[in-house]
């Protein structure tokens, strides 16, 4: 019995396979390597409000992909509220990267203010100003 409940759950998980795929968020959607990281600090565009710092750069290399880097000091607060907010600013990423400009790499640099946010506020911190800076479209 416990193999049919299974095998049913798994079915109606992998009906829609576009919005799936649409709303994931993989390994190579990070950014890892230090280089890149070094690359956006250098050419990247530089986005600041009270709460957050977002640094956004366009890859010219051919890939449609959209990445995340988040960087986390400890002034931020402590270990469950960074690693909240952390968490928080990934769902964000996830949840909206499909209306971002393709090729494009975020890295966001919280700040203290960032962990006393809630997860609406702090969407709509980060949407308008990757909207000002004419990275993201609601029209797609």
């Known amino acids: 019995m416990q193999t049919k409940r299974r095998k049913a759950f798994s079915i109606g998980l992998s009906d829609d396979k576009s919005s799936k795929k649409k709303f994931s968020f993989a390994y190579f959607e990070r950014l890892h390597i230090q280089n890149d990281f070094n690359k956006i600090f250098k050419n990247g565009l530089r986005l600041e409000s009270k709460a957050i710092r977002i640094l956004a750069y366009i890859r010219k290399d051919g890939q449609n992909i959209r990445r995340l880097g988040l960087i986390t000091p400890k002034r931020v607060g402590a270990a469950v509220a960074r690693n909240r907010t952390k968490r928080r600013l990934r769902e964000i ?46 029209s797609e």
């Not at 996830?94 to 203010?113: A, G, V, Y």
């Not at 962990?115 to 479209?137: F, M, P, R, T, W």
């Open 93 to 138: 990423f996830r949840t909206n990267k499909h209306l971002l400009k393709l090729s494009l790499d975020l890295i966001f640099i919280l700040k203290p203010e960032t962990a006393s946010l809630d997860y609406k506020k702090l969407e709509g911190v980060i949407l308008v100003l990757l909207k000002n800076a004419e990275l993201y479209s609601v």
